[in-house]
Each structure stands twice: as C-alpha cells, then as structure tokens.
C-alpha cells in the first residue's frame, strides 16, 4: 500500500489518528470514538495490518491493534 492510499480513505486516517493518540486499543473502543461502525473499522485495522502500518495482539477473543515498532 502507497502512502497515497493510506491516506486517500478518511476513516482509515480517523482510525490511524485515534491510534496514535492513545497507543492503540480494541476494535470496540475504536468504533466508539471514531464514530466509525464496527465493520467499518476492522477493515481498515485489517488493511492496515496487512500493510504493516499496524500489528494485532490477540487478547482472549479481543483483538487490540497499536502501530508497529519496526
């Protein structure tokens, strides 16, 4: 994924932002504080994730995402 595409969907850069700001957290919280539907932003963790830009830890049947170190 170019930059470009990265930034080219608004809710993937509201997702990326809310990250930042809190050094990650569960889809569920995600949703609430974006505004951003469930579906909606697993998505755009999953693209992202699959990118590199993010890594998931799996925590019981929780998924938590936060920006990769590396």
Known sequence: MRIEEVFSSRGRVI???CI???EGMH???LS???GL???TVRR???ELRDKGILEEIQVGKSRFFRL???
């Open 15 to 17: 997702v990326l932002r």
């Open 20 to 22: 930042c700001e809190c």
């Open 27 to 29: 889809i569920s919280e």
């Open 32 to 34: 609430r504080r974006t």
């Open 37 to 39: 539907s469930f579906a």
């Open 44 to 46: 755009h963790l999953e």
């Open 68 to 70: 990769r170190k590396t």
